[in-house]
């Protein structure tokens, strides 16, 4: 690594992989140059070799922990030039709180997501928060205007994700207001999740691509739109929709986030599968690229 390099710094686990994954592509395309290492990686770096460079941090408490010396890791991080936390998640979150307290002195956050939540970090945290809206890569452009295979989408509905509260609210909304009960189902514990998902890593897309709508239920006590749930169902020409009274209470300029089932259903039926993919579609496309605010977002810093 030479001097002045960006360097995304992740734990080892696959798991933790798809922020710095999705942050790399996005330096990348705004012709970045950036490199991606482990924690463990990190920590066997030169200390010389750090001095001019600029790290991005993601999940920086498995970071420290899976670095094989906490100490040794902590003493390379900090002799880095500057220290950004990049984040997912709300940040009045007592989990965001704890990555702010891990011994990491961080110069910015930058806040990976859809909406801003400059007023409620500034509640929590001095450090210099940075929005970052989490718009198209290269790598999924062009988004198409009308979703393929049309006629082919036979399931009306899928609801898909932890077993979490939220998730069995919505499902048993989907009953109680007898929903198209040809849609689909899949619930799975968390651990599982970040195992290995039943349906792997072909499942997924092949079920997106026969559905109208992807539904997901609140999973948090603080109101947060997961943009990460967003992209795939929607590069498949799947509808994402949300399901959280407390976040459509808050008017976020977001589509596809509804108080209830019925809610939900009432905008299919008027508006139609097709009226509601352009609307989300035209909302992640015409905010930018992401590497168009990755890289207004890196100049502050």
Request: charged share 25%.
């Amino acid at each position: 690594m030479q001097m002045g390099t960006l360097a995304i710094v992740r734990p080892p686990t696959e798991g933790d992989n798809e922020l710095a994954s999705r942050l790399s592509k996005g330096f990348e395309d705004a012709s970045h140059g950036v490199a991606i290492y482990s924690s463990p990686e990190l920590r066997a770096l030169d200390t010389e070799v750090l001095g001019g460079a600029t790290l991005l941090v993601a999940s920086p408490g498995r970071c420290i922990e899976t670095s094989g010396d906490e100490t040794e890791f902590l003493s390379k991080v900090a002799g880095a030039n500057k220290r950004i936390l990049a984040s997912v998640g709300p940040v009045d979150s007592p989990a965001y709180k704890r990555r702010l307290e891990k011994g990491i002195d961080f110069d910015a956050v930058f806040d990976i997501g859809f909406a801003s939540q400059s007023d409620d970090h500034t509640e929590v945290s001095d450090v210099p928060y940075h929005f970052v809206f989490n718009g198209p890569i290269r790598d999924e452009e062009p988004v198409a205007e009308e979703p393929a295979n049309q006629a082919d989408r036979t399931i009306p509905w899928v609801l898909m994700g932890p077993k979490s509260d939220g998730n069995k609210n919505v499902l048993a909304e989907l009953f109680e207001h007898e929903v198209d009960p040809g849609g689909f189902c899949l619930l799975q514990g968390r651990a599982r999740i970040m195992a290995e998902p039943l349906l792997g890593s072909e499942g997924l897309p092949a079920v997106l691509a026969k559905a109208k709508y992807y539904l997901w239920g609140a999973d948090r006590d603080a109101g947060y739109y997961e943009s990460f749930r967003f992209m795939a169902p929607l590069l498949a020409g799947t509808v994402p929709c949300k399901i959280d009274p407390d976040l459509a209470s808050e008017g976020l300029d977001i589509p596809g986030v509804y108080p209830s089932v019925s809610a939900f259903r009432a905008e299919a039926e008027a508006e139609g599968y097709l009226a509601l993919y352009r609307r989300a579609r035209n909302f992640y496309v015409a905010r930018g690229r992401l590497a168009e605010h990755l890289s207004g977002a890196f100049a502050l810093v």
